[in-house]
């Protein structure tokens, strides 16, 4: 009599090995997947943030640019005085040291002049000139003469980007001859 023999196991000796490690594999699969869809959604985040924090830098930059142009095509030397009525603070007439750093949107709101037309931002960003010194051309003592020289300001700008979150604040100074 011949006997087949077969290679697979009785099936009673089965434990369910196979079902057993499927389901690891699956659940590594399942953990790689929710990480790196996490890793997706921070990086939008951070793209998102880099995105409007560039516009509010743009912002700021044609705030100050704003500034500059305005000294420019003045005829004149600015009469600066201690609120700013006339485009110019006065040296210090704000406060001293870092004032732009502690004051309110409020406060920027009324006393700044403000751009218009700059899209993607949720406020118009706005900037305040100061006089800062002004630097004579010679170092001659005793002439009666009027000195003639460079007038520095310092201009100030504040803009936000997409969200009032993001705000920027930028500085320069100015060297302008009348």
Do not use: C
Not at 134 to 160: E, P
Request: proline share 3%; charged share 20%.
């Amino acid at each position: 009599m011949i006997t087949k023999r077969t290679n697979n196991p009785p099936r009673g000796d089965q434990k369910g090995a196979v079902l057993f490690l499927s389901l690891i594999l699956l659940l590594a699969l399942t953990a790689i997947g929710i990480s790196t869809m996490q890793g997706s959604v921070f990086e939008e985040k951070m793209a998102g943030n880099t995105r409007d924090w560039n516009f509010a830098y743009q912002a700021a930059e044609s705030a100050l640019r704003s500034g500059e142009l305005w000294l420019d095509d003045s005829n004149s030397l600015p009469d600066p005085d201690n609120t700013g009525s006339n485009g110019v603070w006065g040296f210090e007439d704000i406060g001293t040291g870092s004032w732009w750093a502690t004051q309110s949107s409020s406060w920027w709101g009324s006393n700044a002049v403000a751009l218009s037309g700059i899209a993607y931002v949720e406020s118009q960003p706005r900037r305040i000139i100061e006089e800062d010194t002004f630097v004579k051309d010679s170092l001659s003592i005793g002439q009666q003469q009027t000195a003639t020289g460079l007038n520095f300001y310092r201009i100030t700008s504040r803009a936000t980007g997409g969200t009032d979150r993001t705000l920027v604040k930028l500085q320069s100074m100015y060297a302008r001859r009348f």
